[in-house]
């Protein structure tokens, strides 16, 4: 039951993911991916800031160690000079001690002059590693800008390709709205008119009564022209005499 439970959560949830992917707004998605991207690149190079920033901590430590060391190493010997100096055995002895502090002292130091030089080495590796990443994705994200602008072109092309698709289904009465009839719809209502009336013209044309109608007019016709030439004659006779 469990099992089944689960397969219907993540059947519903891909489900759903589908179908928001299907309503979301391209550009809106554009623009949380380029928002993305930066937000990476602001973090990425808040941790090279901080790789740097450790490099340069241990820049000045490791110059304070060096001061630190010559001042040792200054102290050590201006403690054998005065040591040297001394006539009094007890005076340079104690010049001896001093210069032997020194020296323990100097041990130390340069030991952690060492380690600081190892650990800057160390540092100086990150930070020429963190500046190629910085550098890297500086690059990848202007790509991602550029990639941003072609694609929101492209969409605003794809929009009036579906409003002009739209505006030729409408003239060609591929879609019609309503109770609206389409042309192809109208054309063939006029037609089916047309050809009826060229029907019925055709059978009054060929009716018994349009046939007696033509008969009485050819009738009417040949008396006029004779009557037409009994006029003419009495012309010709008027003017012969």
């Known amino acids: 039951m469990v099992k089944v439970i689960r397969r219907a959560w993540r059947y519903l949830v891909a489900a759903l993911s589908g179908r928001l992917d299907e ?16 937000e990476h690149h602001r973090r990425l190079t808040q941790q090279a800031a901080a790789v740097l920033g450790n490099e340069h901590e241990l820049e000045l430590k490791y110059a304070r160690a060096v001061e ?72 990848a994200l202007q790509r991602k800008v550029a990639e941003r602008m072609r694609l929101l072109s492209q969409l605003d092309q794809a929009a009036m390709q579906e409003r002009l698709n739209a505006a030729m289904g409408d003239l060609s009465g591929l ?20 050809a009826r009336a060229l029907g019925e013209a055709e059978l ?7 046939r007696m109608i033509e ?10 022209a004779a009557r037409l030439e009994a006029i003419r004659k009495d012309l010709h006779r008027e003017i012969g005499e």
Do not use: W
């Not at 009054?204 to 349009?210: H, I, K, L, M, Q």
């Open 215 to 224: 008969v009485e007019r050819a009738a009417v016709d040949v008396e006029g």
């Open 23 to 38: 309503l979301a707004d391209p550009r809106v998605q554009i623009e949380q991916a380029i928002e993305e991207a930066k």
């Open 204 to 210: 009054t044309s060929n009716s018994v009564e349009a």
């Open 68 to 139: 630190e060391a010559e001042k040792l190493q200054a102290g050590a010997r201006q403690a054998l000079v005065l040591a040297e100096r001394q006539r009094e055995p007890a005076e340079a002895r104690s010049y001896e001690e001093s210069a032997k502090a020194f020296a323990t002292r100097l041990v130390a130091a340069e030991e952690r002059m060492a380690e600081l030089r190892s650990m800057h080495e160390r540092a100086a590796q990150a930070s020429a590693r963190a500046r190629s990443a910085v550098e890297t994705n500086a690059m």
């Open 175 to 194: 879609a019609p709205q309503g109770d609206t009839p389409t042309l192809d719809q109208v054309r063939d209502k006029i037609e089916k008119r047309y």
